[in-house]
């Protein structure tokens, strides 16, 4: 698919493993673990090639049509498909670091990649240094003769902070660095950081991408083919890849990711200008408002919207914030975002119960945080909704 179409169109049309002539009009579930070979030769060919279908854990044709169709759609040249988010961010950072390497990494991250970044500086010494992410001279300021890769993300959790993207990725490519950043948030119909010169997208394809709360998933893209390489390489070794059933869902999802992105945006957009209005709610933090410290450099890089995540800060501490979200009808209670139904978390209540108010603020949360994932429900009902319980 040419990439002068636009991503709601890509997303539709992905391309199709031929039948002989026929082509399926959906992506065929190739549930199998292995492909058979009239000749060994050609076998022990295909083992070691990519392109090649052998065994489930090289690749698989439903894996690879979701792999295709992401790659389109971010603009890169290959993709790895894996079985979940964390799966695609742990085996890109394994490929590309080596112990007593550095990273350079925006401190509002991911709880999950905090905790792997962690980790791998207490096993394997890979340091990170956490930046604000608000000015690219920092990225020289962090720079150590180790420094391999320049770690961000499209729209921070839950606060939706938005890094200005090309401006980092010049600092990283003069620096000779990797940069990776983690797009889940506004996916590649909000923003395709590969055209702004990123070297690997990540996704948690559990999110939007899917789409539909009901497949875990990742996907890296890599707009270098030889690093794509590697990184297959080493995915044979470690066993992130996909399930085909769990890629054969994610293409379900993927081809109403369009509309289901401009209604998640709309709705939140809506919401947000809603609850700024309500005298329970103390602050607002969605870059589609002008207030927001993002919102001009949102409008510049998210031209078709800023995803359907952001958190407000409900006046009153921990116990009237759990009330209130107690109170929610239509919005659930749980953990993900991203998909068609919208659900609220509380930080103090549970990710971050162990930290104090002034804890909280450091990290530019209050006890009153509750991030909305906003879903495609009609927005009146979800102003209802918030608005009862807020009442
Ligand atoms: C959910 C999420 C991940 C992790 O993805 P999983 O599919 O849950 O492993 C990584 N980054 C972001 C921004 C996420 O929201």
Known sequence: MPASRHPETRAIHVEIPDLDGARPLNVPLYQ????????TEDLAEAINRPESFAYLRNSNPTVRALENAVTSLEGGAAALAT?????????????????????I???????????????????????????DAQDPA???????????VLYLETLSNPTAQVTDLPAFFAAGQEAGLVSIVDNTFASPVGCRPIEMGADVVVHSSTKFLSGHCDVLGGIAVFADAGLHRSV????????????PFAAWLTLRGLGTLGLRMRRH???????????????GVEKVHWPGLEDHPGHAIARRLLPNGYGGVFAIDVAGGRKETLEFTRRLQLADRAVSLGGYKTLVQQPSATSHRSMDAEGLRAIGITEGTVRIAVGLEHIDDLCADFAQALD
């Open 232 to 243: 297959w390489s080493r995915s044979l070794e470690t066993g992130p890849i996909a399930d």
């Open 32 to 39: 199998t673990a292995n492909f058979a070979y009239d000749h």
């Open 83 to 103: 079985a979940s988010g964390m799966g695609a961010i742990h085996t890109v950072l394994h490929t590309v670091l080596s112990s007593g390497d550095h990273v």
């Open 138 to 148: 920092e990225v020289a300021a962090a720079l150590r003769p180790t420094t391999k």
């Open 105 to 131: 990494a925006q401190k509002h991250l991911y709880g999950g990649t905090f905790a792997l970044l962690k980790d791998l500086a207490a096993r394997f010494g890979i340091e990170t240094t956490y930046i």
């Open 265 to 279: 945006h709309e709705n939140a957009d809506a919401l947000a200008r809603f609850l700024s209005q309500h005298p």
